[in-house]
C-alpha cells in the first residue's frame, strides 16, 4: 500500500489522461501559452508536470511534500520540497498556480488557497481541477460504491466534498471566480475503482469493492453499467493591483 494521497505510477498517469480534456480547457483559459513562471502544488509522480513544460515558455516549479517520487521518474522541472499550506516562494512570483486532486488531501484546504494568491502575481491564474464524491452518479446500484469513497476519504483526512467548497474559498482569498462542471463522464472503468486500494477500508468494504471491481471489469469499455465522478474546475483570476488578502510575507525558495 502507497501513500493514501499519491496512487502508483500507473493509476496516477491513467488518473492524469482521464481528465486530460479538462485540464486543456483550462490551461488554455489562463493562456498558458504566454506565462512566465508556473507552479504545480502536489506534483507526485510529474504526469501533469510533463505537461505544463510542454505548454508553458517559461519555467515550470513542480512543489510536492515529497519530491522522491517526481525525481524517480525524470520529472524535468524545478522541484520544490514544501507543504501547500506554506509555498516556500516569494509573493507575486507566479503568473500561474495549478492544482489537480490536491486540494481535497490538504486541511484546511483555505491555506492552500491563500497561499496561492499570495505567489499570484497581479493577473495571474489559480487553476484547480478537484472532484466531489458527493455527486457521484452510478447504475446499477451493484456498483455503487460512493459511500465507501466517502468513508474512506474520510478516514484518510480527506475531503471528498471539496469541489463544492472552492469557489467561496477563492472568492474568501480575494479572486476572481469562474467555475465549470466536468461534463464529459466516461463509461464504468475497473482502474478507477483501483484507486481504492491506497485508502483505508474495513474488511467489508474491501471485499465489496474487490466485487465491484469484477463487475466493472466484465463490463469494461460499456455504458453499461455507468459510474461517475464530478469534477469541478476552477480558474480564478488575481485581480491587477488588487489587495493581496494573504498574511503571509515572502518566504525565501527551498529548492532540493
Not at 490551461?27 to 508556473?38: E, F, H, P
Not at 488557497?113 to 505567489?119: D, H, L, P, T
Request: glycine share 8%.
Amino acid at each position: 500500500m502507497g501513500r493514501a494521497d499519491l496512487p502508483e505510477p500507473e493509476p496516477s498517469r491513467l488518473l492524469a489522461q482521464w481528465l486530460a480534456g479538462p485540464r486543456g480547457r483550462l490551461l488554455r483559459r489562463a493562456q498558458i501559452g504566454l506565462r512566465r513562471r508556473v507552479l504545480e502544488v502536489g506534483c507526485g509522480h510529474g504526469h501533469v508536470t510533463a505537461e505544463l513544460a510542454r505548454r508553458c515558455p517559461g519555467e515550470v516549479i513542480a512543489l510536492d511534500r515529497d519530491t522522491s517520487p517526481a525525481r524517480a521518474a525524470g520529472v524535468v522541472a524545478r522541484l520544490v520540497q514544501a507543504d501547500a499550506r506554506e509555498l516556500a516562494l516569494p509573493s507575486a512570483s507566479c503568473d500561474l498556480v495549478f492544482f489537480q486532486n490536491v486540494l481535497l488531501w490538504v486541511d484546511p484546504a483555505e491555506t492552500a488557497i491563500s497561499e496561492a494568491a499570495r505567489v499570484l502575481r497581479p493577473g495571474g491564474y489559480l487553476l484547480a481541477v478537484e472532484p466531489d464524491f458527493g455527486g457521484m452518479l452510478e447504475h446499477p446500484s451493484e456498483v455503487a460504491l460512493r459511500d465507501v469513497w466517502l468513508r474512506a476519504l474520510a478516514e484518510a483526512d480527506a475531503d471528498p466534498e471539496v469541489g463544492r467548497k472552492l469557489p467561496g474559498l477563492c472568492e474568501r482569498a480575494g479572486l476572481d471566480v469562474w467555475v465549470e462542471l466536468q461534463h464529459l463522464p466516461r463509461s464504468a472503468d475497473p482502474a478507477a475503482a483501483r484507486l481504492l486500494d491506497d485508502l483505508p477500508l474495513s474488511a467489508v468494504d474491501r471485499a465489496r469493492v474487490e466485487r465491484v471491481q469484477r463487475r466493472l471489469s466484465q463490463a469494461a469499455g460499456t455504458w453499461e453499467p455507468f459510474v461517475h465522478v464530478p469534477y469541478f474546475l476552477i480558474a480564478a483570476t488575481k485581480a491587477s493591483g488588487g489587495r493581496d488578502r494573504s498574511p503571509r510575507g515572502p518566504s525565501t525558495l527551498r529548492p532540493t
